[in-house]
Protein backbone atom coordinates (compact mmCIF):
# COMPACT_ATOMS: atom_id res chain seq x y z
CA UNK A 1 0.00 0.00 0.00
CA UNK A 2 1.61 3.19 -0.85
CA UNK A 3 0.61 5.69 2.23
CA UNK A 4 1.21 8.73 0.30
CA UNK A 5 -2.23 8.63 -0.67
CA UNK A 6 -3.21 9.63 2.85
CA UNK A 7 -1.53 12.54 2.24
CA UNK A 8 -4.43 15.67 1.92
CA UNK A 9 -4.27 18.97 0.88
CA UNK A 10 -6.43 21.96 1.37
CA UNK A 11 -8.44 24.03 -0.25
CA UNK A 12 -7.49 21.88 -3.19
CA UNK A 13 -9.90 18.45 -1.86
CA UNK A 14 -12.73 20.42 -0.29
CA UNK A 15 -14.73 17.62 -1.22
CA UNK A 16 -13.03 15.19 0.87
CA UNK A 17 -12.75 17.89 3.49
CA UNK A 18 -16.81 17.72 3.84
CA UNK A 19 -16.70 13.89 4.22
CA UNK A 20 -13.93 14.14 6.58
CA UNK A 21 -15.51 16.34 8.82
CA UNK A 22 -19.41 14.65 8.76
CA UNK A 23 -17.56 11.56 9.85
CA UNK A 24 -17.58 11.25 13.93
CA UNK A 25 -15.62 10.99 15.59
CA UNK A 26 -13.01 12.89 13.49
CA UNK A 27 -10.16 13.91 16.20
CA UNK A 28 -6.68 16.06 14.76
CA UNK A 29 -3.89 15.81 16.26
CA UNK A 30 -0.79 18.68 15.17
CA UNK A 31 2.57 19.14 15.38
CA UNK A 32 6.04 18.97 13.57
CA UNK A 33 7.03 15.38 13.72
CA UNK A 34 10.41 16.28 12.90
CA UNK A 35 12.32 14.34 13.61
CA UNK A 36 9.92 11.47 13.78
CA UNK A 37 10.17 9.14 16.87
CA UNK A 38 8.66 6.15 18.54
CA UNK A 39 7.12 8.41 21.48
CA UNK A 40 5.71 10.21 18.40
CA UNK A 41 4.05 6.64 17.26
CA UNK A 42 2.99 5.67 21.07
CA UNK A 43 1.52 9.44 21.44
CA UNK A 44 -0.68 8.79 18.72
CA UNK A 45 -2.08 5.46 19.56
CA UNK A 46 -2.81 7.15 22.77
CA UNK A 47 -4.71 9.63 20.69
CA UNK A 48 -6.45 7.23 19.52
CA UNK A 49 -7.66 4.83 22.09
CA UNK A 50 -8.50 7.60 24.64
CA UNK A 51 -10.48 9.71 22.30
CA UNK A 52 -12.16 6.74 20.52
CA UNK A 53 -11.16 8.30 17.02
CA UNK A 54 -12.69 6.61 14.27
CA UNK A 55 -10.94 8.98 11.61
CA UNK A 56 -7.62 9.76 13.29
CA UNK A 57 -5.95 12.90 10.83
CA UNK A 58 -2.58 14.05 11.44
CA UNK A 59 -1.60 17.65 10.78
CA UNK A 60 2.12 18.22 9.84
CA UNK A 61 2.77 21.73 10.35
CA UNK A 62 5.25 24.31 8.32
CA UNK A 63 8.25 24.36 10.91
CA UNK A 64 10.90 27.71 9.99
CA UNK A 65 13.58 25.02 11.56
CA UNK A 66 12.90 21.96 9.98
CA UNK A 67 15.06 19.06 9.89
CA UNK A 68 13.61 17.10 7.34
CA UNK A 69 11.31 19.23 4.54
CA UNK A 70 6.96 19.08 5.31
CA UNK A 71 6.07 16.37 2.94
CA UNK A 72 9.22 13.81 4.04
CA UNK A 73 7.75 14.26 7.48
CA UNK A 74 4.31 13.58 6.14
CA UNK A 75 5.04 10.57 4.13
CA UNK A 76 6.97 8.99 7.55
CA UNK A 77 3.50 10.23 9.79
CA UNK A 78 1.23 8.30 7.08
CA UNK A 79 3.11 5.34 7.12
CA UNK A 80 2.11 4.91 10.54
CA UNK A 81 -0.72 2.76 10.94
CA UNK A 82 -2.90 4.51 13.59
CA UNK A 83 -3.03 7.84 11.48
CA UNK A 84 -5.71 7.82 8.62
CA UNK A 85 -5.14 10.87 6.94
CA UNK A 86 -1.98 13.85 6.74
CA UNK A 87 -2.57 17.06 5.66
CA UNK A 88 0.44 19.47 4.93
CA UNK A 89 -1.22 23.30 5.29
CA UNK A 90 1.19 25.93 3.88
CA UNK A 91 0.23 28.02 7.19
CA UNK A 92 0.15 26.72 11.10
CA UNK A 93 -3.06 28.52 11.58
CA UNK A 94 -4.61 25.20 13.19
CA UNK A 95 -7.66 27.21 14.23
CA UNK A 96 -8.75 27.70 10.69
CA UNK A 97 -8.37 23.89 9.98
CA UNK A 98 -10.01 22.77 13.13
CA UNK A 99 -13.04 25.31 11.58
CA UNK A 100 -13.22 23.63 7.97
CA UNK A 101 -13.09 20.25 9.30
CA UNK A 102 -14.82 20.52 12.73
CA UNK A 103 -12.98 17.53 14.10
CA UNK A 104 -14.58 16.24 17.73
CA UNK A 105 -11.04 17.02 19.23
CA UNK A 106 -7.90 18.54 18.62
CA UNK A 107 -4.60 17.29 20.26
CA UNK A 108 -1.99 19.76 20.05
CA UNK A 109 1.77 18.29 19.71
CA UNK A 110 4.15 21.08 18.92
CA UNK A 111 5.32 21.82 22.63
CA UNK A 112 5.77 18.06 23.49
CA UNK A 113 8.23 18.15 19.36
CA UNK A 114 9.73 21.26 20.88
CA UNK A 115 10.54 19.51 24.03
CA UNK A 116 11.83 16.45 22.18
CA UNK A 117 13.87 18.96 19.98
CA UNK A 118 15.85 19.97 22.88
CA UNK A 119 16.42 16.61 24.04
CA UNK A 120 17.76 14.96 20.68
CA UNK A 121 19.91 18.37 20.70
CA UNK A 122 21.51 17.75 24.00
CA UNK A 123 21.70 14.36 23.53
CA UNK A 124 23.99 15.28 20.16
CA UNK A 125 26.01 17.77 22.46
CA UNK A 126 26.73 15.17 25.32
CA UNK A 127 27.55 12.65 22.16
CA UNK A 128 30.13 15.39 20.62
CA UNK A 129 31.67 15.97 24.30
CA UNK A 130 33.06 12.26 24.55
Not at 13 to 22: G, I, Q, V, Y
Not at 34 to 58: I, N, S
Not at 75 to 92: K, N, S
Request: glycine letters at 2%; hydrophobic letters at 50%.
Amino acid sequence: MDTRNKILTLPAEPALALSLATARPLVMVTGWFDVLRAAHARQLQEVRQRTGAATLMAVVLPNPDEVLAQRARAELVAGLRVIDYVLTPDYADVDRIAEALQPSAVVRLEEDDARRIRELIAHVHRCQAR
